[in-house]
């Protein structure tokens, strides 16, 4: 498959606000200088025209970042992400046909709203803004658009206050289609609704999938959604990606010890001759991403660390046909010359 989204080498650094007082504490010895946070390192992916990929790690691991780059919220501090072969970003600024194709979610459908605006407003507002309706259609281009999330266009003349979570975020994502995106990054679209609901607007964006060959980049922490939705699956570790390759292999036979003990914190029932719930936490905490341990970041958590995993980086390599790996313990697949 023909990359149809390409992230090359892209690294996110927030450079600290430094006050008055930081700059007399460091000129007197006082404090140390505020270091700047790595929220992505070095990070490259391809995703195919029409794929659902899913982003996984626990919470501060960079995968937000990384999916507000590629949105074109963010600029990236090192290397580049195309859109078919085309910069996401040029000169800091993001390319006005990529503001339609490349469309974002987010998780919080209270706040993504503007609660001063009709709904009609807020899906239509951008339509009109990059051609794509006038603002004599634009009741009817926002009913069409609700329809499709399924909604009642009736609800194109309403507040965001009269809705619930669930329904906010149908409008999300109406907004989203509404700018006939290729691809949306969906940024922990059912982290903050009921459970009933997640799996409502998870079949939503199936449906939506399937009807308009989108591509989706769905961003989560919560593995048995990702499992249920996306084609492949990418593990993010401390701003570097770990491991990557068709969810269904990757859940079966993780490579990664970070992975494993991924799939291991997630609750299971055990039915024997009692009914347990088994997990097993994963040990410690996720280092701070102003200063991140060297070697493997993942190091002072794996049970199966060797020396060297404090201080030489394993690199992504390929471990199998359409899998990576980043760690000492899994070779590279060798490939016939
Ligand atoms: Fe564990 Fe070393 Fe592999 Fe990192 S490189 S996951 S520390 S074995």
Redo the contacts with the bound molecule.
Sequence with gaps: MNAFLTVEDAAKRFSPGITFGDKVATWLGVQKPPRSVHAVDGVNLTIARGEVVGLVGESGCGKSTLGRMIAGIHVPTEGRILLDDAPVMSDGVRPRKITTRVQMVFQDPFASLDPRMRIVDTVSEGPIAHGLTTRANAADYTRRSLEAVGLDPDFATRYPHQFSGGQRQRIAIARALAMQPDLIVCDEPVASLDVSIQAQIINLLMKLRKELNLTLLFISHDLSVVRHLCDRVAIMYLGRI?EEGATDEVYATPQ???TQALLDSVPKLEIDDDIDVVFKPIEGELPSPQNPPP????????????E???S?R?ALVTTGIGRRA?????PALETAC
Excluded: T
């Design positions: 770990v990664h010890p970070y070697g493997c970041h993942f190091h002072a958590r794996c049970p199966v660390a060797l060297k995993c404090k030489v394993p980043a760690c000492h313990l899994v």
